[in-house]
T-cell receptor, first 110, second 114 residues
């Protein structure tokens, strides 16, 4: 099955810093999403981005499907950005499930 | 539109008992997926339902089962609970069109097995 790797596993930033989170996947996919999991466990949709580039405020994402990776950029980080960021890929032909990466745990210090 | 709702939000059970969790998808979404999240195993796919049919099942024992009703609401059941079943159970709903399949998650049910 598809393997999804996220890096770095942990990241500590000072408020105001920028960061780049990476998601590598081992096979072609039809769908790719980025989520932020808040301290209460809720998964918040950040981007649906199987290819191309999108921006939403201080966050942007780029997926290069032909090279099987996606990047999430966080600019001018705030303490409320803390939490775990997940990349999820799928479903591919013949299956109906998303595969999640292991996540990047981000802590933003005031 | 209302989001995905899950009930109950918290649950405490003892080993050997069974539990039923409920998920109401976003109106118009016919696909419902369930995931288990534990600190050691991360987010793992349990099963996916579309129009009352289970289309995919993850690598979980038969104690884990689910169903979907005609109004797209879904339930999952875990029988003979084990300590290792303690986890956050997340439900996601999707509107599917062709290859487009974007998931939206509910707040989860946190299950503790004592």
């Amino acid at each position: 099955g598809i393997q999804v790797e996220q890096s770095p596993p942990d990241l500590i930033l000072q408020e105001g810093a920028n960061s780049t989170l990476r998601c590598n996947f081992s096979d072609s996919v039809n769908n790719l999403q980025w989520f932020h999991q808040n301290p209460w466990g809720q998964l918040i949709n950040l981007f649906y981005i199987p290819s191309g580039t999108k921006q939403n405020g201080r966050l942007s994402a780029t997926t290069v499907a032909t090279e099987r990776y996606s990047l999430l950029y966080i600019s001018s980080s705030q303490t409320t950005d803390s939490g775990v960021y997940f990349c999820a890929v799928g479903p591919t032909s013949g299956t109906y499930k998303y595969i999640f990466g292991t996540g990047t745990r981000l802590k933003v210090l005031a | 539109k209302a989001g995905v709702t899950q009930t109950p939000r918290y649950l405490i059970k003892t080993r050997g008992q069974q539990v039923t969790l409920s998920c109401s998808p976003i109106s118009g979404h016919r696909s419902v997926s369930w995931y288990q999240q534990t600190p050691g195993q991360g987010l793992q796919f349990l099963f996916e339902y579309f129009s009352e049919t289970q289309r995919n099942k993850g690598n979980f024992p038969g104690r884990f089962s689910g169903r979907q009703f005609s109004n797209s609401r879904s339930e999952m059941n875990v029988s003979t609970l084990e300590l290792g079943d303690s986890a956050l159970y997340l439900c996601a709903s999707s509107f599917i069109r062709g290859t487009y399949n974007e998931q939206f998650f509910g707040p989860g049910t946190r299950l503790t097995v004592l």
